[in-house]
Nanobody, 121 residues
Framework: QVQLVESGGGLVQPGGSLRLSCAAS????????MGWYRQAPGKQRELVAI???????NYADSVKDRFTISRDNAKNTLYLQMNSLKPEDTAVYYC???????????????WGQGTQVTVSS
């Protein structure tokens, strides 16, 4: 079994900051890419940011220069530092990991349960 557990969501005023965390646990052999997606009401899930095992990153244009993705490979933990938050950042944020389970040779995608981020005054 593999679990991705997010934490750190909540309510914040415009211009504020939040830090999301995602801890991966279970029978994990290796983790390739990890990332954050979000889904606002009535909209499709979209990529926010992604980071490879080597540390290369990619961001959605809407969050560049405001959000920073990072990971601690020793702890199998992913982070998203969100600054200068806007009301349009309101969404459920999902953690994603492309990983290889122990005993497998093929990477598969896994998702967390999501954490709500609400930006409102």
């Amino acid at each position: 079994q593999v679990q991705l557990v997010e934490s750190g969501g909540g309510l914040v005023q415009p211009g504020g900051s939040l830090r999301l965390s995602c801890a991966a646990s279970g029978s994990i052999f290796s983790i390739n890419a990890m990332g954050w997606y979000r889904q606002a009401p009535g909209k499709q899930r979209e990529l926010v940011a992604i980071i490879t095992s080597g540390g290369s990153t990619n961001y959605a244009d809407s969050v560049k220069d405001r959000f920073t993705i990072s990971r601690d490979n020793a702890k199998n933990t992913l982070y998203l530092q969100m600054n200068s938050l806007k009301p349009e950042d309101t969404a459920v944020y999902y953690c994603y990991a492309l990983l290889v389970r122990i005993g497998s040779r093929v990477p598969n995608p896994y998702w967390g349960q999501g954490t709500q981020v609400t930006v409102s005054s």
